[in-house]
Nanobody, 115 residues
């Protein structure tokens, strides 16, 4: 059973930065595209960034130029570096494969950006 554990969230002022981590119990991102998703209160979960097994990355328009997804094979970890944060980035952030698998969802990590 694969487990994904997100961490690194917190409260930050607008314009600040955070780095999220997603630790996997297995090297699932060697053969899977991995994504960072977020869900804001009252909104549907959305994909904000993903990285393919080959290392190609893609970002939603709302975070392009501010967020960077990366991975570290030795630590079975995927990261999301978030810069120039905005209040609208406030959400619970999750990692999962893309497309997502229902049994891979973890608890997520809360990111709150104050104005």
């Amino acid at each position: 059973q694969v487990q994904l554990v997100e961490s690194g969230g917190g409260l930050v002022q607008a314009g600040g930065s955070l780095r999220l981590s997603c630790a996997a119990s297995d090297m699932i991102f060697v053969i899977n595209t991995m994504g960072w998703y977020r869900q804001a209160p009252g909104k549907q979960r959305e994909l904000v960034a993903f990285i393919t097994p080959g290392g190609s990355t893609n970002y939603s328009d709302s975070v392009k130029g501010r967020f960077t997804i990366s991975r570290e094979f030795a630590k079975n970890t995927v990261y999301l570096q978030m810069n120039s944060l905005k209040p609208e980035d406030t959400a619970v952030y999750y990692c999962n494969t893309r497309p997502s698998k229902g049994n891979y969802w973890g608890q997520g990590t809360q990111v709150t950006v104050s104005s």
